[in-house]
């Protein structure tokens, strides 16, 4: 599987931005996409995620701000990022899981545990 991520950049606080994830080379029908974030010294943790049959989770940080869509067809999903907060300033990797097995629950552990892969990161600034 191979990832693609763009989007990102430097905003001000209370700007937008949108991230764009596209998977390539998926073997199943099924999956999970999701985004985490990373800053220096800070274990990675998940912002949002979804799957093939839409259901989606979000971050209680990020929960009425950041809105995660999808293209089923084309493999690709979108974070558009509302009202941004210095707090939001990460690197931001997207994660892809091939094949949903049976009685997988959609969760960012579950996800992070089950990654067939990563994106290479991509910047986000905000600042004050």
């Known amino acids: 599987v191979h990832v693609a991520e763009s989007g990102g950049g430097s905003v001000q606080a209370g700007g937008s931005l949108r991230l764009s994830c596209a998977a390539s080379?998926?073997?199943?029908?099924?999956?999970?996409m999701g985004w985490f974030r990373q800053t220096p010294g800070k274990e990675r943790e998940g912002v949002a995620a979804i799957d093939n049959w839409g259901t989606t989770i979000y971050a209680d940080s990020v929960k009425g701000r950041f809105d995660l869509s999808q293209e089923v067809d084309k493999n690709t999903v979108y974070l558009k990022m509302n009202n941004l907060q210095p707090d939001d300033t990460a690197v931001y990797y997207c994660?892809?899981?091939?094949?949903?097995?049976?009685?997988?629950?959609?969760?960012?552990?579950?996800?992070?545990?089950?990654?067939?892969?990563w994106g290479q990161g991509t910047q986000v600034t905000v600042s004050s």
């Open positions: 080379g998926n073997t199943y029908s099924t999956y999970s």
């Open positions: 994660a892809v899981v091939d094949g949903i097995p049976m009685y997988w629950e959609l969760t960012f552990d579950t996800l992070r545990r089950d990654v067939n892969a």
